[in-house]
């Protein structure tokens, strides 16, 4: 099965899982090879007339960190039904009126090697204090690739799923 048919399959069974009501749709269902991330949007809330920005974030944010409390026990449940169907780990977060939040995710160890140049801008980072480790300042750097290569991150995602179902549709081995 290919990506897009798995993230299919997790979106549909999450929809169909979900109680009633707690997001505005289905939710996002983003799945690698260890994780499966689910982030719905919550109704937005009732905003007194004339609120100020800053009131209006924090009744967004209020509104995400209550959505977290009340919902605890069943997400604990359906995510362990997730987790023993699909053999991944879920992860949870809520957006509400621009602000979103995860409330647990994984942070696994990838294994690298990088020559001294690129060991160097790790450093760079670190000395500077824009991270702590080595490791803070490359996943800072996957972020910001990942930031300002949306566009091209797509179209190789898109080709990877071209590629996918040629595979799956090739004589098997």
Same mark, same amino acid.
């Given at each position: 099965?290919?990506?897009?048919e798995?993230?299919a399959?997790?979106?549909g069974w999450?929809a $169909?899982? +979900? /109680?009633?009501?707690? %997001?505005?749709?289905?939710? !996002?269902?983003?799945?690698?090879?260890?994780?499966? =991330?689910v982030? $719905?949007? +919550? /109704?937005?809330?009732? %905003?007194?007339?004339?609120? !100020?920005e800053?009131e209006?974030?924090?009744?967004? =944010?209020?509104?995400?960190?209550?959505?977290?409390?009340d919902?605890?026990?069943?997400r604990?449940v359906?995510?362990?039904?997730?987790?023993?169907?699909?053999q991944?780990?879920?992860?949870?977060?809520?957006?509400?009126?621009?602000?979103?939040?995860?409330?647990?995710?994984?942070?696994?160890?990838?294994?690298?090697?990088?020559?001294?140049?690129?060991?160097?801008?790790?450093?760079?980072?670190?000395?500077?204090?824009v991270a702590?480790?080595?490791?803070?300042?490359?996943?800072?750097?996957v972020r910001?690739?990942?930031?300002?290569?949306?566009?091209?991150?797509?179209?190789?995602?898109?080709?990877?799923?071209?590629?996918?179902?040629?595979?799956?549709?090739g004589?098997?081995?």
């Amino acid at each position: 099965m290919d990506t897009s048919e798995v993230q299919a399959q997790l979106r549909g069974w999450f929809a $169909g899982r +979900l /109680p009633d009501g707690w %997001f505005t749709g289905a939710p !996002e269902v983003i799945v690698d090879r260890e994780e499966i =991330a689910v982030v $719905g949007v +919550l /109704p937005a809330p009732d %905003f007194p007339e004339g609120a !100020e920005e800053a009131e209006r974030a924090g009744l967004a =944010a209020g509104t995400v960190a209550r959505f977290r409390e009340d919902t605890r026990d069943q997400r604990i449940v359906i995510a362990r039904e997730a987790e023993h169907r699909f053999q991944r780990k879920v992860s949870w977060g809520a957006a509400c009126e621009g602000h979103t939040e995860m409330f647990t995710n994984l942070s696994v160890p990838v294994m690298t090697r990088l020559r001294q140049p690129e060991r160097i801008v790790l450093d760079t980072l670190v000395d500077s204090g824009v991270a702590r480790s080595r490791s803070d300042a490359l996943a800072w750097c996957v972020r910001l690739v990942g930031k300002n290569a949306d566009e091209w991150l797509a179209e190789l995602r898109e080709a990877l799923s071209h590629v996918e179902r040629a595979r799956a549709a090739g004589p098997r081995l």
